[in-house]
C-alpha cells in the first residue's frame, strides 16, 4: 500500500527538542523530494521544510530555520525533522508530503500523511 | 514568504456553482503554472484535487475545475454536493528556496 506513516509527536516543554519521523511505503523513495507541512490547531497549512531526492538541496520556512533539521535516510524510506528549541507557536498537526519531483520543484503533494500532533507547553 | 490570500468561507445551495479565489503575487501565482488546490474534511489529511493550475487528477470529480489569470487562481466546484463542504487550500510552487507556499484557507458550506 502507498503510504506515509508519521511518528514522534507529543507534549514537549518550551525550549526542549522533539525528532519526527515518516516511514514511507508502496513507491520508490529515493526518486522523489519530501516535505513537512504543518497546521496548527484551527489553522491553515504552512510549509515548514523540504528536501530533495539526495538531499543536496534542503530548504525552511522562515519561521523554523535554525532550529529544524530536515534529514532523509533513503536505505530505511525515512524521513525526518528535528525540532529544537521549541516555542508554543510550533504547536501544531505536522504532515509528511511527497513531491510529484525529484527536487523540489516538482509543482506539488500527491501524497500525505495522516499526520503526527506536536505540544509545546510547559 | 507571505501567504496567498483566500476568502474565509464561501457558500452554495446544493447544485449550485461556486468559485474560490486564491490571490498571490508574479513571485508565485503569477510566475510559474504551479497552483494546486487540497480539500481537507475535519480530521483528515488534506487530498490534492487541481494540480498545475488546472489538471485533475484521476479519480477527482470532474466537478472540480481550476483556472488561472495573472496572480489569481480559481477553483471552481459545479453541481455542489453536501460531499463538497470542507476546507480548501490552494498552494503555489515559489522557486527554490523556500518552495511552496499555501493560501490561507476557505471554508466551503453547503446550504
Known sequence: ?122 | QSALTQPASVSGSPGQSITISCTGTSSDVGGYNYVSWYQQHPGKAPKLMINDVSNRPSGVSNRFSGSKSGNTASLTISGLQAEDEADYYCSSYTGITTPYVFGTGTKVTVL
Request: glycine share 12%; aromatic share 12%.
Open chain 1, 1 to 122: 500500500e502507498v503510504q506515509l506513516v508519521e511518528s514522534g509527536g507529543g507534549l514537549v516543554q518550551p525550549g526542549r527538542s522533539l525528532r519526527l519521523s515518516c516511514a514511507a511505503s508502496g513507491f520508490t523513495f529515493d526518486d522523489y523530494a519530501m516535505h513537512w507541512v504543518r497546521q496548527a490547531p484551527g489553522k491553515g497549512l504552512e510549509w515548514v521544510s523540504g528536501i530533495s531526492w539526495n538531499s543536496r538541496s534542503i530548504g525552511y520556512a522562515d519561521s523554523v530555520k535554525g532550529r529544524f533539521t530536515i534529514s532523509r535516510d533513503n536505505a530505511k524510506n525515512s524521513l525526518y525533522l528535528q525540532m529544537n528549541s521549541l516555542r508554543a507557536e510550533d504547536t501544531a498537526l505536522y504532515y509528511c508530503a511527497k513531491d510529484i519531483g525529484y527536487d523540489m520543484s516538482g509543482g506539488y503533494f500527491d501524497l500525505w500523511g495522516r499526520g503526527s500532533l506536536v505540544t509545546v507547553s510547559s
